[in-house]
């Protein structure tokens, strides 16, 4: 399996010198769904985020074996020209493979036309009529589609409501089911003073979980404490070597392999494959394993099931091709920070 080129915003950005306080209270408006549209899937960092030179090292070297793969000369290129020409590259391979031509066309209009392809094709599997509807018509379509799947899941009603309604009802949903599991009372309480207490629960309930004392720490330096451990533990389960490697650059280790892992339980080859075409072939071969995986309690920084939103719908221009961690974005009702695996359209090949 190839390694993917750059960058990631997982868990690991929160171990890289700062605690995330969930984008729960950031992306109030900003639910997802399974297999959407294009989607931008992100976790909010507040506080620093800086990654050691190891990190930046690997992903230089990601970036080369990348460039080489496509037969892209890496001569005297910086790293910004050979993610431009990546992207180009990997646009016009997306091209040829949905039978779209390619010829006298530049690289915006190839990746627009790309991106087209793309979301007729989830309109349809979505029975979504596509007649008439450009990109954007379809986007909205698609993640009207998804909400109102996910808010049917959430027991949220959907009548008469638009996806701004519906993206809010199922945040405050998700919300108050994992407020009731972590036995927080819900009564009387404000959506901004809910999220506080189920975050703090949350933490210290993987703390303690962990075996990791919370006696006179704050909440950024116990999120660390609890995010590093559980890197590190699974890290070891997979066999990864974590001598000298700082906590973001396992936690990638441990991502891609547990993608690369699933794809082989499921008879999909690995081989000259990133990690964002993995999962996109997962998610063609099995959706509902793609979504176990992303229910997977390392994926999650304070607790299983999270309690906000890991990824959003973004309003502006995305193409399907940027799944993040799955064509589709996390359920709102799982909420947890997701691969950032960026359309090899718009950024060359991330996770």
Do not use: C
């Amino acid at each position: 399996m190839k390694k993917s080129v750059i960058g990631f915003t997982i868990a690991g950005a929160l171990l890289a010198g700062g605690y995330a306080t969930t984008s729960l209270a950031a992306d109030n408006d900003q639910t997802n769904s399974t297999s959407s549209a294009p989607n931008k899937w992100e976790m909010k960092i507040k506080g620093h985020g800086h990654f050691g030179g190891g990190f930046l090292k690997r992903n230089s070297e990601n970036l080369l074996e990348k460039a080489n793969g496509l037969g892209i000369s890496t001569s005297g290129k910086d790293a910004e020209t050979l993610m431009k020409e990546i992207r180009e590259e990997q646009i016009k391979k997306e091209a040829k493979e949905l039978g779209i031509n390619t010829s006298g066309k530049d690289i915006e209009t190839l990746a627009e036309e790309v991106q087209l392809a793309k979301l007729q094709e989830k309109a349809k599997d979505l029975g979504i009529s596509t007649k008439n509807k450009d990109a954007a018509d379809l986007h909205e379509a698609i993640h009207l589609a998804q909400l109102k799947k996910e808010a049917k899941e959430l027991g949220v009603s959907t009548d008469g409501k638009n996806a701004e309604t519906l993206r809010q009802d199922i945040h405050l949903a998700s919300l108050n089911k994992k407020a009731k599991e972590l036995g927080i009372s819900t009564d009387g309480k404000d959506l901004q003073t809910l999220q506080q207490e189920v975050m703090t629960a949350s933490i210290k309930k993987e703390a303690k979980e962990l075996g990791i004392s919370t006696d006179g720490k704050e909440m950024r330096e116990l999120a660390h404490e609890v995010m590093s451990a559980k890197v590190k533990a699974e890290a070891k389960k997979l066999n990864i070597t974590i001598d000298g490697k700082a906590i973001p650059e396992i936690a990638m280790e441990v991502q891609e392999k547990k993608v690369e892992n699933l794809a082989k339980e499921l008879g999909i080859s690995t081989k000259d494959k990133t990690t964002h075409e993995l999962i996109e072939a997962i998610q063609e071969k099995d959706a509902d394993k793609l979504k176990a995986l992303r229910n997977d309690d390392f994926f999650l920084p304070i607790g299983k099931g999270g309690f906000g939103h890991g990824g959003h719908h973004g309003k502006g221009k995305h193409h399907e091709g940027g799944k993040q961690f799955g064509p589709g974005a996390p359920s709102a009702a799982e909420g947890q920070p997701q691969l950032n695996d960026e359309s090899p359209v718009e950024t060359g090949d991330e996770i």
